[in-house]
């Protein structure tokens, strides 16, 4: 993510830049993997049911972040978790 955050942040001023579903489609660029591509793919076929004017407004970017919290977030932290507990073995 640090490196979404640098390009965000190069890019901040340049027109379009500030386009919520702009900033969606740039986010999904940075995540990779054949674990993820699914989540992805729902993303974008959810994009693409959304009218480019009238759901191009900042609640469609903060679903998106609440979407990506509650897909990645949550299981990181379980992963954590997991990973102390298996150390703490013997």
């Avoid at 993820?36 to 959810?46: A, H, R, T, Y």
């Avoid at 959304?50 to 407004?57: F, G, V, Y």
């Avoid at 609440?66 to 299981?75: G, I, K, Y």
């Amino acid at each position: 993510m640090c490196k979404l955050r640098i390009y965000m942040m190069a890019n901040q001023g340049v027109l379009g830049f500030k386009s919520p579903i702009r900033c969606i489609a740039i986010a999904l660029m940075f995540i990779k993997g054949p674990q993820v591509n699914g989540w992805v793919k729902g993303i974008l076929e959810g994009l693409k049911q959304l009218h480019p004017i009238a759901n191009n407004i900042e609640y469609t970017y903060i679903n998106f972040l609440a979407c990506f919290d509650a897909q990645f977030t949550n299981s990181m932290r379980q992963e954590v978790t997991q990973a102390s507990l298996d150390r703490l073995m013997f």
